[in-house]
């Protein structure tokens, strides 16, 4: 190999490097050093009573000992997946459907950028004001209680925010509905991309719809399905302002509505970087061993 | 001090540092009383006199007799469990904490029974306090016996200003109640290194001390405030009546109750009384029993205030 060359591999290596600098300067300030910053207060006692300051004191794994302690961890993120899975399903679905109808050619739909912004729109409200308004909806003395006890599905007021299975429809709900218009135009984008000779292809050779969506659709669009399901995991993994507003916080009935991160806001009311360090620390390895696994099943076929 | 001997001492305990300096002063005082619907009163009772009715409602065994009596003709007797918490927990002999460690009053845990028994028999509900729900029974539609509240709940929060509410109507009598109890207030104080020491002195000084300016806002706002020989001469003066209450004069009642106000606070007051009303609302809606509510009220104090001992 001659020097020459070699030479001018190394200086593109260097303008490489050049342009990196931007990202590596805020990943480091604002991701690198807080995630080292975490683990090492998850290590120790400190938090505020009141105006008093308690600690540092270093306490080895008690944090994590006291999180662990009760099996609640365990709950609340049961809790979290739950509502997430609830709210999922049918988003996935919905937006397979809404992105197959969008993308086919054959359908000739109308008024396509009408609909598409509509569908999108739930997300463009604050998921705050989103959820506050459901509440306000299904107070026992709203509106929708108001309708069923007038048309005679209720004979009295049902109380929604004091049974499990209502809070928590309401939360994948809302949920579902902010984010189905996102997964769909993923989705559509992701249909968009393959190759319409295929269609035409499988057309000639006689399939049926439902076998040109699974047998075309699905497999070719799976690089996106990971994409999507594995963002989709980890906005669900951080689930917090819906349930957090629904509920005034308190994630109940019996804390059946409480999501990892709401439980990781009370302890923010003392400011308590031990135990908050700790559960960080155990929602990153939650967050990764799931982001693993959900790779890992959608690449098994492949090999 | 002379200049405020005119308050009532508990707005001044409030204000005053470990030090015994007081940082800062207030023209309200916020004695409550039992504000009840006189439509309800006639109709289950026949009368709406605050005397009359105020007799039927004297001790907490009446009170909820009463509830009964108001359930039975299609009424709710107060809007939500959360309404006569206050009363009991400001009559609670133990504080919150002591010693670093968490406790009941008894008085408090009296009052989860009784709250348990009124919304088993539908007396009330478990609404939050200031939601919708708790809202409705200021207006005719909510069939709502009474609240518990201060001088400024009547003016500030019964919506007086829309012409549907029962207040607009002066449809609101006010008695003692079971027991005395106070509800919030507003404090002025000067920040730290203000330009202005004194301009806000003076503001001060007149707001909370100046006696016109005080019954002016007692007759305009309907208030009550910090002014003792004021306050006590506007309870007898018929042009201190309160148009919500139907032209009641309530000014005596409230007077009487803020010179028995005694401060018995600690600093882990504002968030044991959230928390314990929070996780008792699961056992009042049947989704938890009581030792369970009990139990998850020890897990949200310990989260919040880490450093305190509390019961497994």
């Known amino acids: ?171 994948a709900a809302m949920n579902f509905l902010m984010w189905f218009g996102n997964t769909t135009i993923l989705l559509m984008a992701g249909m968009l991309g393959i190759d319409t000779a295929l269609y035409e292809a499988a057309e000639v050779d006689g399939a049926t719809s439902s076998q040109v969506f699974t047998k075309i659709t699905l497999p070719l669009l799976k690089p996106i399905l990971i994409y999507v399901m594995i963002t989709s995991l980890i906005g669900g993994l951080q689930m917090f302002d819906v349930p957090q507003i629904l509920t005034n916080g308190s994630g109940d009935p019996m804390r059946s509505s409480m999501t990892l991160i709401m439980f990781l806001n009370k302890h923010l009311f003392s400011k308590n970087y031990g135990i908050g360090g700790a559960l960080s620390v155990c929602l990153f390895f939650i967050t990764s061993i799931l982001s693993f696994i959900v790779f890992r099943i959608n690449n098994a076929g492949d090999n | 001090m002379d200049e405020l001997s005119n308050q009532y001492g508990y707005t001044k305990d409030v204000m005053t540092a470990s030090d015994g300096s007081l940082k800062g002063v207030s023209w309200q005082g916020c004695p409550g009383v039992l504000i009840y619907n006189r439509e309800i009163a006639k109709d289950v009772w026949g009368t709406d006199d605050p005397a009359e009715v105020g007799a039927k409602l004297d001790s907490w065994d009446k009170y909820y007799a009463a509830a009964a009596e108001v359930q039975a003709k299609g009424y709710l007797m107060q ?184 401060l018995k606070q600690s600093a882990y007051d504002q968030g044991c009384n959230e928390e314990f009303q929070k996780a008792m609302k699961n056992y009042f809606d049947g989704n938890a029993s009581k030792e369970e509510a009990l139990s998850q009220f020890y897990k949200a104090v310990k989260e919040k205030y880490p450093e305190l001992n509390v019961p497994e």
């Open chain 1, 1 to 171: 190999m001659k020097n020459g060359k070699s030479g001018t591999i190394v200086r593109y290596n260097r303008w490489a490097y050049i342009f990196l600098i931007p990202f590596m300067v805020v990943f480091i300030v604002f991701q690198l050093i807080p995630l080292v910053n975490t683990i090492y207060n998850s290590f120790f006692e400190h938090y505020m009573s009141g105006l008093k300051e308690i600690g540092p004191n270093f306490a080895g794994l008690a944090n994590y000992g006291e999180l662990f302690k009760g099996g609640d961890l365990l709950k609340y993120f049961g809790n979290t997946m739950i509502m997430w899975i609830l709210g999922f399903i049918p988003q996935i679905l919905v937006s397979l459907i809404l992105g197959a109808w969008f993308s086919d050619p054959s359908l000739r739909l109308k008024a396509q950028p009408f609909f598409k912004t509509v569908i999108y729109l739930p997300n463009l409200i604050m998921a705050s004001a989103f959820s506050m308004l459901f509440f306000t909806l299904f107070a026992d003395t709203g509106p929708i209680n108001q309708l069923l006890t007038g048309l005679g599905v209720f004979k009295e007021a049902y109380s929604f925010m004091s049974h499990v299975g209502s809070v928590r429809g309401l939360v």
């Open chain 2, 79 to 262: 809007s939500t469990t959360n309404d006569s918490f206050r009363v009991y927990s400001n009559n609670a002999s133990k504080l919150w904490v002591e010693n670093d460690t968490l406790q009941i009053d008894d008085g408090i845990m009296e009052w989860v029974d009784k709250s348990k028994a009124m919304v088993d028999a539908k007396q009330t509900t478990t609404a939050d306090l200031w939601s919708d729900d708790w809202n409705k029974g200021m207006y005719p539609d909510g069939k709502t016996f009474c609240y518990f509240g201060p001088a400024w709940l009547i003016n500030f929060s019964m919506h007086a200003d829309d012409a549907e509410s029962v207040a607009a109507k002066g449809g609101w009598g006010a008695c003692e109640g079971p027991m005395g109890f106070y509800w919030g207030g507003t404090w002025i104080a000067a920040a730290k290194g203000t330009d202005n020491p004194a301009l806000i002195a003076d503001i001060m000084r007149k707001m909370t001390t100046d006696e016109t300016i005080m019954t002016d806002i007692v007759k305009k706002d309907n208030d009550f405030v910090n002014n003792k020989p004021a306050m006590e001469k506007a309870a007898t003066d018929d042009s201190y009546a309160f148009a919500p209450l139907g032209g009641q004069n309530p000014l005596g009642m409230f007077a009487a109750g803020a010179d028995k106000i005694v």
